[in-house]
């Protein structure tokens, strides 16, 4: 059941503890149509707490990581603190990026809904951060990853000299950047390195929880071929982005404890026990590969070896 108190407890949560807002800096809510009412109650919430918030609202892009208009990138830059509440993500475009390398704290929230606000901003955000700089160390430090599945993911890639990114949910210095809920700990592997078959069995971006899995073969780090009922969403995709959008761009594991799948990407890729392989842009950390869509894969039950060491074993982290 929604709770109306629970959800300003939640904006305040996110405004107070996870970006540790102060009175005298500025915050700046980017909403998208879809997404008004949660936005009113982080903009209401902010007011009541004394801060300087400011609320603004765009259409809604056409894909995730497509650009805000350039007014918006612009004010994003000039604030202290930002939310995206948006139905698309704005987390993997140069306005994100931008901000952030002005200093801007910000907070990426796509397709946020009134039941995972609820529930997951309540979580341990303190036990999140530790495990998740576990991981993210293990990644910096790894060379060759392998990734198997009991759906047939039989996956490797190399990821040595890229630095692996914790999600910890605590976004207090200048220029941090994650997104709320939080919990995750990610990487860009090399370009070109990835080679295998790829199983989506949990949810995909755009397409959300799988009725049938979605079986990528992937070469040259690049997907050649999907095969599963929803395959031809991707095809669109890859047809209207090129290329560059079958890209294998990122290796994450999930690392919430209160994350479920749910069919939005948001949470899913959080889910403790399962990792994301996503599709197309990674300039925003790490790679090299610029494009207007990054979409995220959901395993389940996956076993991860890095460098010959097992760090998680049919869905079960071994680093705590």
């Not at 997951?120 to 990853?145: F, H, R, W």
Request: charged content about 25%.
């Amino acid at each position: 059941m929604i709770n109306l108190a629970q959800l300003q407890n939640a904006a305040r949560v996110a405004l107070e503890e996870c970006m540790a807002t102060k009175k005298e800096e500025s915050v700046l809510l980017v909403i998208d149509e879809p997404m008004i009412e949660l936005g009113e109650i982080f903009y209401e919430e902010g007011r009541r707490l004394g801060f300087e918030i400011m609320l603004v609202k765009m259409i809604a892009r056409e894909n995730h990581g497509c650009e805000p208009p350039r007014s918006i990138a612009s004010a994003m830059a000039n604030a202290d603190v930002v939310f995206c509440i948006t139905s698309k993500s704005l987390s993997h475009t140069n306005a994100r990026r931008g901000a952030c390398q002005k200093g801007t704290r910000v907070a990426s929230m796509p397709a946020l809904t009134e039941e995972m606000m609820q529930r997951t901003l309540a979580a341990d955000y303190t036990k999140i951060a530790k495990v998740s700089n576990k991981i993210a160390k293990v990644l910096t430090d790894g060379q060759k990853v392998t990734i198997t599945s009991p759906h047939g993911t039989n996956l490797k890639m190399e990821i040595v000299t890229r630095l692996g990114q914790p999600d910890t949910g605590l976004l207090h210095q200048a220029g941090d950047f994650g997104n709320l809920p939080a919990g995750e700990a990610y990487i860009a592997p090399l370009e070109g390195t990835t080679t295998g078959k790829l199983v989506i069995d949990g949810a995909m971006s755009g397409i959300g929880i799988l009725q049938e899995p979605l079986v990528m073969e992937v070469e040259q780090g690049q997907v050649v071929s999907v095969a599963g009922k929803d395959s031809s969403k991707l095809e669109a995709i890859f047809a209207k982005y090129g290329d560059k959008a079958r890209n294998i761009a990122e290796l994450g594991i999930g690392t919430n404890h209160e994350a479920k799948l749910t069919g939005i990407i948001l949470e899913d890729e959080k889910v403790l026990g399962t990792i994301h392989i996503a599709l197309g842009d990674n300039s925003t950390f790490g790679g090299n590969v610029e494009v207007a869509s990054h979409l995220d894969g959901i395993i389940t039950s996956p076993s991860v070896v890095i460098d010959g060491k097992a760090i998680m074993e049919d869905g079960k982290l071994l680093i705590d």
